[in-house]
């Protein structure tokens, strides 16, 4: 098994929460907004990644970024959502 496709997913999860966070502290978001957010930012941070990696644009790639952004962003919310919960139960 290859170790390349878990390392690119847990960067992806990492710039997209990053950016998810950037976002929440600039705007006031509802909260339902943010897991659609996570997701398309998640494509598009996986997309660029692929293509940083040398891989040329094409439909497989497109479906690629579209699954793992899909991952990505139910990862990142999860990720907030345990950041919160432990957050307000040390308050």
Known sequence: ???LPIVATSATVFYTKVLIDIIRR?????????????????????????????????????????FRGIVTGTLAVG?????????RGQS
């Open 1 to 3: 098994m290859d170790a």
């Open 26 to 66: 600039a705007y006031r978001l509802p909260g339902r907004i943010v897991p659609l957010l996570a997701v398309v930012l998640g494509v598009v941070v996986a997309l660029l990644l692929l293509l940083y990696d040398g891989a040329s644009l094409s439909s497989l790639v497109l479906i690629e970024a579209l």
């Open 79 to 87: 990720t907030t959502e345990l950041q919160t919960s432990l957050t």
